[in-house]
């Protein structure tokens, strides 16, 4: 199938066509990917004891006033090294799922194309690690400069995950590629990443609400669990929802950039 130049409207239309496609592959990555950031975030909660000190600030918030100062700062710092952790897993855990979700809208789009969307993105991830990395670099060492720097970046480099995926380039040429492809589109990418990103979390926010009543009564310590848990199982979902959205407008800007492509997966 030949990709096309297309409509910002258009392609976020594509966005439901290719969720549409691709959804019944994705599943299963969805899921290792939820069951991986469950098991790694407990593991990074227990490994920095941060459920004590969550459970401390969350019950008994009047403690800390009868603390000391070296009590209240361990507290802190057990608490960001466990969400550190977490968030570096997350970070890994979007990386595998994103790309699956985009070797599943290339292989729906290409001819012939029956390879495991698991196994291209276990074999691509230690690509995708190096590009993060260098990414987070330049983007973290904009932001120290003069913030815009860096958020300019961010927003260059958004398209290189779906850029090793689908074109096999190793990190530098992906982030250099991203940067081409992006540049000229910048705020239609913003636009377009922004309005996917957002509705996105929207729906994982619905998933939440089967908590609400367990709040209404006085169920609190239940209702957080179960919101947590029901986060985590759909916390996979959501993402690579977004994935096949980014990978979308991936194909659009490079339709745009290079002109009318078949679609080619390059291992």
């Keep these: 199938m030949e990709i096309q130049p297309r409509s910002f409207g258009d392609s976020l239309g594509d966005v439901v066509t290719n969720l549409g496609k691709v959804w019944r592959p994705l599943l299963g990555p969805a899921v290792i990917a939820s069951v991986a950031m469950g098991l790694l975030t407990i593991l990074a909660f227990e490994s920095t004891d941060s459920f004590a000190a969550f459970d401390l600030v969350l019950n008994d918030p009047e403690a800390l006033e009868f603390m000391s100062d070296d009590e209240v700062i361990d507290t802190l710092i057990q608490l960001g090294s466990g969400f550190l952790l977490v968030s570096l897993a997350s970070t890994a855990v979007y990386g595998f799922l994103y790309l699956a979700a985009a070797r599943a809208v290339v292989r729906a789009h290409s001819i012939g194309d029956e390879s495991s969307v698991v196994g291209a993105a276990i074999r691509l991830f230690p690509l995708w690690l190096i590009a993060t990395v260098l990414a987070a ?117 490079r339709a745009r950039t290079d002109g009318p492509f078949l679609v080619e997966v390059s291992d």
């Design 137 to 253: 670099i330049g983007i973290i060492g904009g932001l120290l400069l003069l913030i815009i720097p860096g958020l300019w970046l961010a927003t260059m480099f958004t398209m290189y995950t779906p850029v090793i995926a689908v074109e096999g380039k190793g990190p530098v040429a992906a982030l250099r590629r991203s940067f081409e492809l992006v540049k000229g589109h910048f705020w239609e990418t913003v636009g377009f990443l922004l309005i996917v990103g957002l509705v996105g979390g929207a729906a994982g926010q619905l998933f939440q609400l089967i908590a609400v009543p367990m709040l209404m009564t006085g169920q609190t310590s239940f209702a957080f669990g179960l919101a947590f848990a029901i986060g985590v199982v759909g916390q996979g979902l959501i993402l690579a929802a977004i994935a096949v959205g980014t990978t979308t407008w991936y194909l659009n800007l």
